[in-house]
């Protein structure tokens, strides 16, 4: 079946770095997508990388390898807004239909 | 600004009602979709629909119903054959494949 993995939860320290993992099986692949939601909120979206290499939006960056079947979101810098649950996403073929994975919960300590 | 607005932000039903979700688009997207989220869980697919007068099931349509009569518009009706409706509901569109969704700010869903 298509799957996309991440871990549950992540716990990072305010002013540091956090990267979280996504580790996808799909029969075909069309990029990885990231979206960020904070409780009670709708997701916004990230960043996305159709290509190997790594994508930096500011704070944010987001890395793939579709040799590994892996991609990870970088946070730098952090700080106590991003708190929040992190998923990857990914085409399930040419439509627009998503696969999701099940999100990661990101802690932040002062 | 252009976006999606989904209403009632909160909505309460006894068991047994069907209920009507509200979500309207002013992004001029031809693709839409109904999500469902359960406290500490990903996001799974009730229905979507590529274009007016077309929509096809998600992973989860069993007890869902939905329209598409105006690209605008696509309300989803969750009807009494869905065993526990009671959950986060998402509505999103997407301009063309690979950009990224856009998502209303939800309903929160509460049957007794």
């Known amino acids: 079946g298509q799957s996309l993995e991440q871990p549950s939860e992540v716990t990072a320290v305010e002013g540091a770095i956090v990267q979280i993992n996504c580790t996808y099986q799909?029969?075909?692949?069309?990029?990885l997508s990231w979206y960020q939601q904070h409780d009670g909120g709708a997701p916004t979206f990230l960043s996305y990388n159709g290509l190997d290499g790594l994508e930096e939006t500011g704070r944010f960056s987001s890395f793939l390898s579709r040799s590994d079947s892996y991609g990870y979101l970088l946070l730098q810098e952090l700080q106590m807004k991003d708190s929040a649950s992190y998923f990857c996403?990914?085409?399930?073929?040419?439509?627009?239909?998503?696969?999701w994975g099940a999100g990661t919960k990101l802690i932040i300590k002062p | 600004d252009g976006g999606i607005t989904q209403s009632p932000k909160y909505l309460f039903r006894k068991e047994g009602q069907n209920v009507t979700l509200s979500c309207e688009q002013n992004l001029n997207h031809d693709a839409m979709y109904w999500y469902r989220q359960d406290p500490g869980q990903g996001l799974r697919l009730i229905y979507y629909?590529?274009?007016?007068?077309?929509?096809q099931k998600g992973d989860i349509a069993e007890g869902y119903s939905v329209s598409r009569e105006k690209k605008e518009s696509f309300p989803l009706t969750v009807t009494s054959a869905q065993k526990n409706p009671t959950a986060f509901y998402l509505c999103?569109?997407?301009?063309?494949?690979?950009?990224?969704?856009?998502f209303g700010n939800g309903t929160r869903l509460t049957v007794t």
């Open positions: 629909s590529q274009i007016v007068n077309d929509f």
């Open positions: 996403a990914s085409p399930m073929d040419s439509n627009y239909q998503l696969i």
């Open positions: 999103a569109s997407i301009e063309g494949n690979n950009s990224p969704l856009h």
């Open positions: 799909t029969s075909g692949f069309y990029g």
